[in-house]
């Protein structure tokens, strides 16, 4: 294995855990267009954009996580919307008193060209349709964070691209991350439990044996 400074490293196995469509620019040419990493190569990114907006009163009454579907139409602008007042009171450093309002808009390739305060009124427009405390209260702060390169876009044809399974076929060589064999199609449960999987995969190889891997029972919608 060598590394971007040059520097070659000898080693029995080799962990990819970044996400699945940063995995073919890492390989040897000739490995890149081949199962299952050429289809990796299809898969992009999604583009992320978080918005936290501070009020000076309470506009949220509980630390609910809202999540709604983003119909491009007629929906609202954000994925999720959570008041972090809520989350961080037991914080003492915490000074704000009124909320500390974090908005979410996931897969948001739609939303990039938009300026910070054409977003910024988006979602204030979008919090008075479905927060009627947010009504008539305007932020006296508010932070666009525009977050790149984190994890894959499941764009349509995602499950034929990625390979659900840790093993590339060729020894030595394993793939772990939320987009390879877990129970969510991303998450940290998906993360977590791959790489725990590919763990256990490389114990077993030297006999020892493996850790248990909690699976999650607590959504009825989750097969596992
Ligand atoms: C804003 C946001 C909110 C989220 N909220 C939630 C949530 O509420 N609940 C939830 O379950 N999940 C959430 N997620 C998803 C969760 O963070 C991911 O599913 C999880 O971190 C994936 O873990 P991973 O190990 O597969 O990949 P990552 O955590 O992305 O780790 C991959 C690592 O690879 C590194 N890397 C990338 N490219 C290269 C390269 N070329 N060379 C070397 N290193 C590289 C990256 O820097 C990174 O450290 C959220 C993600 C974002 C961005």
Redesign the pocket.
């Known amino acids: 294995m060598t590394t971007t400074a040059g520097v070659t490293h000898e080693a029995d196995h080799v962990i990819f855990?970044?996400?699945g469509y940063?995995v073919p620019?890492?390989l040897p040419a000739e490995l890149r267009t081949t199962s299952p990493f050429a289809a990796l190569a299809d898969l992009n990114e999604t583009p992320?954009i978080?918005i936290t907006l501070w009020y000076a009163t309470k506009v949220f009454t509980d630390g609910n996580v809202y999540i709604s579907p983003r119909d491009r139409e007629h929906g609202p602008i954000f994925d999720a919307v959570a008041d972090k007042a809520f989350h961080w009171k037991d914080w003492p450093k915490l000074k704000a008193e009124g909320s500390i309002i974090q908005v979410?808009i996931d897969a948001a390739d739609d939303v990039l060209p938009l300026s910070d305060a054409e977003i910024l009124a988006k979602v204030s427009q979008d919090l008075a349709r479905f927060f009627p405390r947010c009504r008539g209260q305007a932020p006296i702060d508010a932070t666009v964070l525009r977050?790149k390169?984190?994890?894959c876009g499941t764009r349509v044809g995602y499950w034929s691209k990625v390979p659900r399974k840790h093993q590339t076929g060729l020894a030595g060589l394993w793939l772990a991350?939320?987009?390879t064999a877990g129970v969510y199609h991303?998450?940290?449960?998906?993360?977590i439990i791959?790489g725990k999987a590919v763990a256990n995969e490389l114990l077993r190889e030297i006999n020892h044996a493996g850790f248990e891997i909690l699976r999650p029972r607590y959504l009825p919608f989750v097969r596992v």
């Open positions: 855990a970044v996400p940063a620019a890492l992320i978080t979410l977050l390169n984190t994890y991350g939320d987009y991303y998450g940290m449960e998906s993360a791959s």
